[in-house]
């Protein structure tokens, strides 16, 4: 079965509304201006519903102009969660305690959701409509596990795992291509001795064949706050804003395709 925390499964919605469109059932998002490059974005646990990921790939476009694509619910199973579903359960800054109520919902949620979360299944393959010269990946919180384990492939150019779901050691040893980590300071699927573990692995793999990587750590956040961020929270949405921007600036560097006329 898939493990989730109580944080995999509440957030908040963005406000705004997406300008892609959808081709069968993935979200597009052209590039301004024609270009070799493109981005993929993973979702979280909520797929397509929630407009979070939509609004994040509509900027992705406009800042690093280009085509950018996210994984429909078919992709990767039905989503076991549903925007109603999306509200807090536990605090949204770190060293709070949970109250014993929220603990009870969480774990009634979970229940109800259970034949949903053992259907699901990632694509093992995207299959691309027009022919890049270069394509990253991203992945927010169950995207980030799955984009972990599509870094050890040959699918993508670059990567960017945010606060991923439930991974290990072994996944993270198999990644092959440059990495860019943006880590929440309280997550409890991606913990201070694995988050370390990962960035010790990430700095060998640099010795020995210079792959690029980069963690950054953002305090005062919470598991989910790249994708389903508290924005009344000041700390949260300074660090959502810098966390887009880390994502930018890695593409950046890492998918360096110039626009074509």
Aim: proline residues 8%; aromatic residues 10%; contains cysteine.
């Amino acid at each position: 079965m898939t493990s989730v925390c109580e944080r995999c499964i509440q957030g908040y919605i963005l406000d705004g509304q997406p300008s892609g469109v959808f081709e069968g059932p993935a979200y597009f998002k052209a590039a301004p201006v024609p270009s070799k490059r493109a981005v993929i974005v993973l979702t979280d646990i909520f797929g397509l519903k929630v407009p979070n990921s939509k609004l994040l790939a509509d900027r992705y476009s406009e800042k690093l102009g280009c085509d950018l694509r996210l994984t429909s619910p078919s992709a990767i199973g039905n989503p076991p969660f549903t925007p109603e579903q999306l509200a807090p359960v536990v605090h949204d800054v770190p060293n709070t305690s949970t109250p014993f109520l929220a603990k009870i919902k969480f774990v009634a949620t979970i229940f109800t959701s259970l034949p949903a979360l053992m259907r699901i299944r990632f694509a093992r393959r995207i299959k691309l409509e027009k022919k890049y010269d270069k394509i990253g990946v991203i992945g927010f919180c169950f995207g980030g596990a799955q984009v972990i384990r599509l870094a050890s492939t040959d699918l993508f150019d670059s990567a960017i795992v945010a606060h991923p779901g439930p991974t290990g050691k072994k996944d993270i040893q198999a990644m092959k291509i440059p990495t860019s980590w943006i880590c929440a300071e309280e997550d409890n699927t991606f913990p201070p001795s694995l988050r370390q573990e990962a960035e010790s692995i990430f700095r060998r793999k640099h010795e020995i064949d210079k792959l690029e990587y980069e963690f950054k750590d953002y305090k005062g956040t919470v598991h989910g706050f790249a994708a389903r961020p508290n924005l009344s929270i000041p700390v949260v949405k300074d660090a959502f804003e810098a966390a887009f921007e880390q994502t930018v600036s890695w593409f950046n560097k890492t998918l360096p395709v110039e626009k074509t006329a």
